[in-house]
């Protein structure tokens, strides 16, 4: 059985920083690009960022170019993505993914892409 297992969010004041942790386990992810998507009260969900299957390639919605930074340990089957220069706007749902297609040579922004999502984690930028 496929589970993805986030960690990490919480409450944090605008300007701060949280880490995020994706735990995954039931394949073997070190074959299939990984990514962040999050979800905000009232709005569509919109993807933040994926990283490669080897780790060598990422990207970056605009809107978290520069502060957030993604990171994977094959090793571990663990996703990471570091949030720094948090501002309210990054307040959201955030859900780890699993890409469906495995070595995906170029990364994908569309969720329908995704196969396996976590349950979520609830980031609060708030003072």
């Known amino acids: 059985q496929v589970q993805l297992v986030e960690s990490g969010g919480g409450l944090v004041q605008p300007g701060g920083s949280l880490r995020l942790s994706c735990a995954a386990s039931g394949r073997t992810f070190s074959n299939y690009a990984m990514g962040w998507f999050r979800q905000a009260p009232g709005k569509e969900r919109e993807f933040v960022t994926a990283?490669?299957?080897?780790?060598?390639?990422?990207y970056y919605a605009d809107s978290v170019k520069g502060r957030f930074t993604i990171s994977r340990d094959n090793a571990r089957n663990t996703v990471d993505l570091q949030m720094n220069s948090l501002k309210p706007e990054d307040t959201a749902v955030y859900y780890c993914?699993?890409?469906?297609?495995?070595?995906?040579?170029?990364?994908?922004?569309?969720?329908?892409?995704?196969?396996?999502w976590g349950q979520g984690t609830q980031v609060t930028v708030s003072s």
């Open positions: 990283i490669s299957w080897t780790g060598t390639s990422t």
């Open positions: 993914v699993a890409d469906r297609i495995r070595r995906r040579a170029v990364l994908a922004a569309n969720q329908w892409e995704y196969e396996f």
